[in-house]
């Protein structure tokens, strides 16, 4: 459920983790269960007029309940191989909902490490999803860096909010090149089925 | 060594909405950068500056170290040794890869070694996707500021660009603007064979490159061509990802004043693409002086540099000249080392005579590069100031004339006619309101006593003003002194030497600075301590002279050295001023530039809050005037320190204050000339609240 209406607490890294995320410019949810995620991610797509689902990098199990779940409001795919030549078809009123590795609680940030598939649906979509285990928050950067050491990661990405511009006149516009809006999904349960 | 281009500056003012928007937005961006700053604690900045210097000591282990990591991933690396060796190496991969479509991500490197107008000439096209760097180049003109590079540019003017150059209406509103290039952008991320990118960071142990970006452009660029080439100097090597974070936990604070940008992204050989994982990737390492840099007393520190942009922001000549006129490639106070590295020190000059040597970037500078000494440094390299210059460095001449025959001088600077002359002989504005002199020394006011004294507890060092001009000022601080129990002695000193410094004279900073060394470091035997009420004075003990002199005497004297106000804030004995005293209940506090590395706390607001005034502090930066800088004629001075004295005056006047109180002689006659406020020095308010009587009592200047 939702921040507020939430029964079953996260831990207080997480919590932290997520106000971060929320001062960024994240919409934030923590979901003990998986309806709980089904409901969050329906109702966000709902309020942000999604026409299409992608998902990139969600494990298959989880990808093919959440497919069957949400195709019911909006179209629903997991990202593959045979996409890459039509990307401009997701730029338009579609979410991309994706699986991060790991969050930085201090500077509210989502680790993308190594996945092809998150890394597209992370920044191709109008709206973006990431999810993450409440396991796999981190207290600060420096965390982050005996994970790099130990995992030896081709290439990652941390975000940490909407994509964003002062260039013209110092006025903050959000959606320039990646996302107009993005959500950080803390899961309670285990994603990767 | 010329002054300031009496041309670009009338032209740079004649742009009013350009002057008042970048004015605003660079004190705003300044604002938040110190909030940030100061809210992220010391730990955070010695990390920073250790892991650079670290980078900066091992430059030739870390190159190696990367190439090492680069090629194991399976990435190539070229080290080129100039920037046309980087940019042919470029243009040749592009060429043996027959690619025609190139697409940018904003690289302050490739700007450096001219990369675009190359691939240009080879019929390759080349689209910056980093929104102000597009518009930039749309508009033929080169970046105005290293972080926002369209700062220059109005909405109305974006709007007529994308008309012209695109063929499109777009309303003239940033939403809908950045809404036309997420398309016409798009088209070109789709088209692009070959992606080039700068970096904020490589990390050698595993031969990463870090982009550090907010629109989404870098990851874009790194994630649809098939072909990625990073460009990144040599100094931005880090060796390990703990540092590397280091300074990706400082630079978004103190460059916007936010703990994260919306995207960091790391690539390499194999990174995430859209063809899953990029196909070829090259990095081209670029020394084009670095190296050499690295083993310069005067410019290694600036190699710290991580681009944030505080020091821009802070600087009251770039607030209103911007980086058009203060700056080429790289821009405003870091723009004129990195020249000095990049191009040689002429071509630094030529930027150099900006800078009027107010400090505020190396205060503001997270890396802690001392900016404004390498300014200096560059001005005199490159034979010193002009003519006119080396008599302002003869101020302290003036003033002790003017001490002599104060009747005179107090008549001159009031006369019409003389103000002419002065301004025709000396190039001194006659608009620029002068300080009258009281007559008489503070050396001979104490008597020889006080000169000759070998053990005190306290040397006073009174700098110009407080000897020459109006010795009123040092004689209350010896008193006040006296009054909290402490021992005085003043030595004969010369003035700090400050014009030396400020105009590149540095042979003759070196004598003066020596000559004022070897008559304190006797006295300040066991703790005592050397006292200054001027700031600049303190800042020159403290800050220049060391890097001066760097001797062990130059070093003794600088640690000894205290700005009066962070002394007397320990003393338990100021007391709030008694009841029917003539006191404003409510006080400006006005910081000078040279007082925030030598007090950043502002032990002076403290001290007027203790005695029982509500001090108001705006955090607007300098007040425009320097030194002898804000005097000077028309273009070469006053005019834009007037355009600042307006600004900053117009934001004091809104506190509805009617005093202000600061410790600095020349921030005091500006403030004077532009606020029309009384201002005086702290000191008159803690005498005041100490019952010390001023004596003369009344205020000749402030
Ligand atoms: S010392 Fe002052 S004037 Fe000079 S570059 Fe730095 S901020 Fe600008
Ligand atoms: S010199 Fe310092 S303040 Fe200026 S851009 Fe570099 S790191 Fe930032």
Redesign the interface.
């Known amino acids: 459920m939702r921040e507020e209406t939430t029964g079953n607490n996260p831990t207080p890294l997480a919590r932290r983790f997520l106000a971060?995320c929320k001062e960024?410019g994240f919409q934030v949810a923590y979901t003990p269960s998986y309806n709980d995620l089904l409901s969050v991610l329906s109702e966000w797509s709902t309020g942000w007029g999604v026409g299409k689902i992608v998902l990139g990098g969600v494990s298959a199990g989880l990808a093919e309940r959440l497919r069957g779940a949400l195709s019911v409001q909006s179209p629903c795919e997991v990202l593959g191989?045979a996409d890459?030549e039509k990307?401009?078809d997701l730029?338009a009123g579609s979410l991309g909902v994706f699986r991060a590795r790991a969050g930085v609680a201090?500077?509210?940030?989502l680790v993308?490490i190594?996945?092809?598939k998150a890394?597209?649906a992370s920044?191709i979509p109008e709206y973006s999803v990431g999810l993450l285990k409440e396991s796999e928050v981190l207290p600060?950067?420096?965390e982050?860096?005996s994970l790099?050491?130990k995992s030896?990661?081709?290439?990652?990405?941390?975000?940490?909010?909407?994509?964003?511009?002062?260039?013209?006149?110092?006025?903050h516009?959000v959606?320039?090149?990646?996302?107009v809006a993005c959500g950080c999904v803390v899961a309670g349960f285990e994603l990767d089925e | 060594m010329s002054s300031m281009n009496k041309s670009k500056v009338l032209q740079a003012l004649g742009k009013r909405w350009e002057v008042e928007?970048r004015w605003r937005?660079m004190l705003?961006?300044s604002q938040k950068s110190r909030k940030g700053i100061e809210g992220l604690g010391a730990g955070y900045l010695s990390r920073l500056v250790e892991s650079r210097q670290k980078t900066v000591d091992n430059l030739e282990r870390l190159v190696a170290l990367t190439v090492e990591s680069v090629r194991r991933?399976g990435g190539q690396v070229y080290v080129a040794e100039t920037a046309e060796d980087a940019r042919s190496y470029i243009a040749e991969l592009a060429k043996r890869r027959g690619v025609g479509y190139v697409i940018k991500s904003k690289s302050m490197t490739t700007e450096e070694i001219e990369l675009n107008s190359l691939l240009l000439s080879q019929g390759i096209e080349v689209v910056e996707?980093?929104?102000?760097e597009r518009?930039v180049q749309l508009a033929g003109q080169r970046p105005s500021h290293i972080i926002?590079?369209?700062?220059h540019?109005?909405?109305e003017e974006?709007a007529r660009l994308v008309k012209e150059k695109r063929g499109a209406t777009v309303p003239p509103r940033?939403?809908a603007?950045?809404?036309f290039?997420?398309t016409d952008?798009?088209t070109s991320?789709?088209q692009a064979e070959m992606g080039i990118t700068g970096a904020n960071l490589v990390v050698a142990?595993?031969g990463?490159v870090v982009l550090v970006t907010?629109?989404?452009?870098g990851?874009?660029v790194t994630?649809m061509p098939r072909i990625l080439v990073s460009v990144a100097g040599v100094e931005k090597i880090v060796e390990?990802?703990?540092e590397?974070?280091n300074v990706?936990?400082v630079l978004p604070v103190a460059a916007?004043g936010?703990?994260?940008?919306?995207?960091?992204?790391?690539?390499?050989?194999?990174?995430?693409?859209?063809?899953?994982?990029?196909p070829e990737y090259h990095l081209v390492l670029l020394n084009n002086g670095r190296l050499a840099a690295s083993r310069d007393p005067w410019l290694r520190e600036a190699l710290r540099c991580i681009r944030c942009a505080a020091c821009l922001d802070v600087c009251p000549t770039f607030r209103i000249l911007g980086g058009h006129v203060f700056g080429e490639i790289y821009t405003g106070p870091m723009g004129v080392p990195w020249t000095a590295i990049t191009e040689g020190v002429e071509e630094a000059s030529k930027i150099a005579k900006y800078c009027v040597s107010c400090s505020l970037c190396h205060h503001a500078c997270p890396a802690e590069i001392d900016i404004p000494m390498a300014i200096s440094w560059v001005k005199h390299a490159s034979g010193g100031g002009t003519m006119r210059e080396r008599m302002l460095t003869m101020y302290e001449l003036y003033a002790r004339l003017g001490a002599h025959l104060p009747g005179l001088f107090n008549w001159l600077q009031g006369s019409r006619f003389s103000r002419r002359v002065f301004e025709n002989l000396l190039g001194i504005d006659r608009h620029r309101l002068m300080h009258r002199f009281r007559g008489g020394s503070l050396y001979k006011v104490l008597g020889e006593e006080y000169q000759r004294k070998r053990s005190a507890d306290i040397v006073y060092f009174p700098d110009t003003y407080a000897a020459y001009i109006d010795w009123s000022i040092g004689l209350l601080t010896v008193r006040v002194l006296e009054a909290l129990g402490y021992s005085v002695a003043v030595p004969k000193t010369h003035g700090s030497g400050m014009p030396s410094i400020q105009y590149g004279f540095l042979t003759k900073a070196k004598k003066i600075a020596a000559a004022n060394v070897e008559r304190l470091k006797d006295l300040i035997k066991d703790g005592v301590k050397v006292v200054c009420t001027e700031p600049t004075a303190a800042y020159c003990l403290r800050e220049a002279y060391p890097k001066i002199l760097g001797t062990p005497a130059s070093q003794k004297v600088a640690e000894s050295t205290h700005e009066l106000t962070s002394l007397l804030a320990g003393e338990a004995q100021i007391q709030p001023i008694k009841q029917n005293q003539s006191s404003q209940a409510k006080v400006l506090y006005h910081h000078p530039c040279h007082a925030r590395l030598i007090s950043p706390q502002r032990p002076s607001e403290k001290l007027l809050e203790r005695i029982g005034l509500s001090a108001v502090y705006i955090d607007y930066g300098c007040c425009g005037i320097a030194g002898t800088w804000g005097m000077r004629k028309g273009a070469e001075g006053f005019l834009i320190s007037a355009e600042i004295g307006r600004r900053v005056a117009e934001l004091i006047l809104e506190t509805g204050c009617k005093e202000i109180a600061t410790e600095s002689s020349v921030c005091a006659q500006q403030l004077r000339q532009f606020t029309g406020l009384k201002v005086r020095h702290t000191i008159r308010y803690i005498a005041e609240s100490l019952g010390v009587q001023e004596q003369p009592p009344r205020l000749l200047n402030f």
Do not use: C
């Not at chain 2, 926002?148 to 700062?151: G, N």
């Open positions: 971060k960024n191989e890459l990307l401009g730029r201090e500077t509210g940030g993308i190594d996945d092809w890394n597209l920044l600060d950067y420096w982050l860096s790099i050491r030896r990661p081709a290439g990652l990405a941390i975000i940490s909010g909407p994509s964003s511009t002062s260039d013209i006149e110092l006025t516009v959606g320039v090149h990646g996302p | 928007t937005s705003t961006m991933a996707t980093d929104l102000g518009l926002a590079p369209a700062v540019l109005s909405r974006i940033p939403e603007i950045t809404r290039f997420r952008l798009w991320f789709q142990e595993t990463h907010n629109e989404g452009n990851r874009l994630t390990s990802w703990e590397a974070f990706l936990r916007v936010r703990d994260a940008t919306s995207y960091i992204t790391v690539i390499g050989p194999g990174s995430m693409s859209r063809h899953a994982s990029v």
